[in-house]
């Protein structure tokens, strides 16, 4: 029995993770970074790591960041195994040729649109999806079809608002810090276009709580048909 047309296509189990303050702010003034987790937090987010296929983040976090995106098996106690593989959402190519995702330690794939004419290194897979902007629906199927089953997404704020707001999310993890920063430039946990009412929010169940250190980790899962995605 064939499948229809217009069924939505496979994609992994999509894990979205963060840490952030009490009011919600994954980091300080204008995104300067903040150390949010704890030791333990930080032992939790290296196991979902590790068990995942792939990591995902945006450039905007490469730029500011420079992340390795490895596991750190050392937290774990753990000799070195198995490493995700690296994605970054890069719609014009503006990941910096030093950048860290690029040294070819790990298999790496950047996502980006028709419109970038950025070459990477050879060790490097380049993925376009999107004609001006990287489209997520199409990104995830390409993943899916590349064999990655579990993808976990860790940011920046855009990506995060873009994944929740489609709904293109399984589970979402955040570790609430004992902390709280305030102030209009320190990027939340969403952005976006603003909710003129909750026919425009995503409501999500949450299915776990507990404390972990200093703070505590709620997770969530998306409850069906709370939004329809975003134009």
Known sequence: MGTPADAPPR???VWV???????????YAGGTRAHLSGPEDLVRVQRLRANSDAILVGVG???KDDPSLRVHWDLLGEPPGRSPTRIVLDSEGRTPHGAKVLDGTTPTIVATSERST?????SVHAIVAGRTRVDLEVLFARLYERGIRRL????GAEVLSSIIRAGLFDRMTIYYAPVVI???SAPPIARGPESRGPEETRAVDLVGLERVGEGYV???APRTGSMAPQP
């Open 152 to 155: 976990m997404v860790e940011g």
């Open 182 to 184: 305030g102030g209009a």
């Open 61 to 63: 976090t490469i730029l």
């Open 218 to 220: 709620a997770t969530y």
């Open 11 to 13: 994609r992994p189990f």
């Open 118 to 122: 950025r070459t990477f290194p050879t």
């Open 17 to 27: 993770n963060c840490a952030a303050s009490l009011d919600g702010r994954l980091a």
